[in-house]
């Protein structure tokens, strides 16, 4: 396949995404990098026969044993802190107080002690709740209940809150999430504010206000729920690359754009699949929320999931999303500028993604600059999933890669800081 030659488009796209505009978000000091952790739904649904499914259905054994697993087989110390309950943790009715309470057959010891098991383990609590009168599942929601429940939600401990839009009116929403938010930052304790506000309004033909959405949000779905298959994860691939002028601005410090769950390591994805979505969402800034069977994870999916120095892109502090350079011919480009800054010059992870199904690999061929890096001292790059490094590379400098087919090859640029190249090798301010 001759790729070279179709680069030349690739340094004005790139150029656009030095100094994004400066988004003010949720003063919360919160998630100030993508929140990681593990969360239920995608893997384990609202199964709640724990009669025939003890150790498959929605109940406290279930978190308990996912706590003990997050700690044991490292998850947490990659970054994953965050335990999190979705829908169907909870009783179908409030208890006398008007308070919910969780179901009192699957949840006997109740959400309290389970967070302070958690906690114990050194993990985050994180549930679910609806801005609507029942949750998707059809239990109770908060509608008429929100101070009671943020307070509840206060009272146990919870570090992160998921308030999901199902039986509720979109137009409402504007409204309503702010209340809510108003309501958990009023207790005092901080909760990470996981909205679904957007994704609802869009579904019925709105406009998110995102400039509100940003300001109460800590990070907020777009589009459709992730499903176990390649289809679905490529979906929510093409929809932000293809809002990337709307989402991109409203990504920072403190609020995200959530394109919903990694399923790496359940039954949809290859091992090359895996690879794809771990690197998108890492250079997308989304938030890594593994939905898995932690107890029968593969061992080449886990090394997935904890691979180091794909979390540090993932992770960079400047929070800046990643952007689609290129597509042509099922290949992708997509880069995203990191820590170091050195003078004007960007690090930049880059991901060379082939949705090609032919049974070979695709050689991508591009310089550096074409990517849009310029740095005269260059860039030190390696790759990110293969023990491969390929010395400093500079601006004219020819990179070569060859990308597996529904694979990727990810690698990382780090801007070299010469002195003699560079007058002052510190960031610039911004
Ligand atoms: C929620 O229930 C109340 C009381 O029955 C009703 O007035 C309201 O319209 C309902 N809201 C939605 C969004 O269905
Ligand atoms: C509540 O909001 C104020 C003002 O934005 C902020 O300074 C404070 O940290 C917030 N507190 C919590 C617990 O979220």
Redesign the pocket.
């Known amino acids: 396949m001759g790729l070279t030659g179709m680069m030349g488009i690739l340094s004005a796209a790139v150029a656009a995404l030095v100094l994004p505009p400066a988004v003010l978000g949720l003063d919360n000091g919160l998630a100030l990098t993508p929140p990681m952790g593990w969360l239920a739904w995608e893997r384990f649904r609202c199964n709640t026969d724990c009669v025939n499914d003890p150790k498959n259905c929605i109940s406290e054994n279930l978190f308990y044993e996912m706590a003990d697993r997050l700690v044991a087989d490292g998850f947490l110390a990659a970054g994953y802190e965050y335990l999190n309950i979705d829908d169907c943790w909870l009783s179908r009715e409030r208890d006398a107080h008007g308070r919910l309470q969780a179901d009192p057959d699957r949840f006997p010891n109740g959400i309290k002690a389970l967070a302070d098991y958690v906690h114990s383990k050194g993990l985050k609590i994180g549930i679910y709740e609806d801005y609507?009168?029942y949750t998707c599942a059809g239990y109770p929601g908060i509608?008429g209940y929100l101070e009671t429940d943020a307070q509840t939600f206060a009272d146990w401990d919870i570090d992160y809150v998921k308030l999901d839009g199902c039986?509720?009116?979109p137009k409402?929403m504007d409204r309503g999430y702010p209340e809510f938010g108003y309501y958990l930052n009023r207790t005092g304790r901080p909760m990470v504010y996981s909205c679904s506000w957007p994704v609802y309004q869009i579904y019925s033909g709105m406009t998110p206000d995102y400039a509100s959405i940003v300001q109460h949000c800590n990070l907020w779905r777009n589009f459709d729920d992730i499903q176990d298959s390649w289809a679905s994860v490529t979906s929510v691939i093409d929809y932000y690359g293809d809002q990337q002028a709307v989402l991109i601005p409203l990504a920072g410090p403190g609020h995200f754009n959530d394109p919903d769950m990694l399923i790496i390591g359940n039954f949809g994805l290859s091992f090359e699949q895996s690879k794809a979505q771990m690197a998108l969402w890492s250079v997308m800034a989304s938030p890594l929320l593994s939905s898995v069977d932690l107890r029968t994870i593969g061992a080449d999916y886990r090394a997935i999931l904890q691979n180091r120095a794909v979390i540090a892109v993932n992770q960079d502090p400047l929070g800046i999303q990643g952007k689609r350079i290129f597509k042509d011919k099922g290949i992708e480009i997509w880069a995203r500028p990191i820590t170091p800054v050195v003078g004007d010059f960007y690090s930049y992870a880059i991901v060379f993604f082939n949705r090609r199904v032919d049974g070979t690999p695709s050689q991508v061929s591009v310089t550096i600059q074409e990517l849009g890096m310029l740095n005269p001292a260059g860039y030190k790059t390696e790759d990110l999933f293969a023990a491969r490094t390929y010395g400093v590379l500079y601006p004219p400098t020819r990179l070569k890669v060859d990308v597996n087919p529904s694979g990727v090859v990810m690698v990382r640029c780090g801007a070299v800081c010469d002195l003699e190249l560079i007058y002052n090798c510190r960031p610039r301010s911004r």
């Open positions: 609507g009168n509608l039986y509720s009116h409402d």
